[in-house]
């Protein structure tokens, strides 16, 4: 059985894990704030500086969407 997941799950900050050295030699080091207003908050993090990109989010039927308005 396929566990369900409600868009609820995803609230919160969600960050790169230290050990997946792949995902951070091709994207950094990243985080996303899923915020309950479908506000989407996703940084990534430098040495010297955080670049934050606004964006939006929605999930429906286990699908998530995001969009940079």
């Known amino acids: 059985m396929t566990p369900s ?6 609230l ?8 997946d050295q792949d995902s951070i030699a091709q994207l950094g080091s990243v985080s996303m704030e899923f ?3 479908g ?3 996703y940084t990534i993090h430098e040495p010297d500086r955080d670049r934050i990109m606004l964006m939006t989010w929605s999930a429906s039927g286990g ?4 969009n940079q308005p």
């Open 5 to 10: 997941h409600e868009p609820n799950d995803l």
């Open 12 to 19: 919160g900050i969600w960050r790169s894990g230290p050990e």
């Open 63 to 66: 699908i998530l969407t995001t």
């Open 35 to 37: 915020k309950a207003d």
């Open 39 to 41: 506000q989407l908050i």
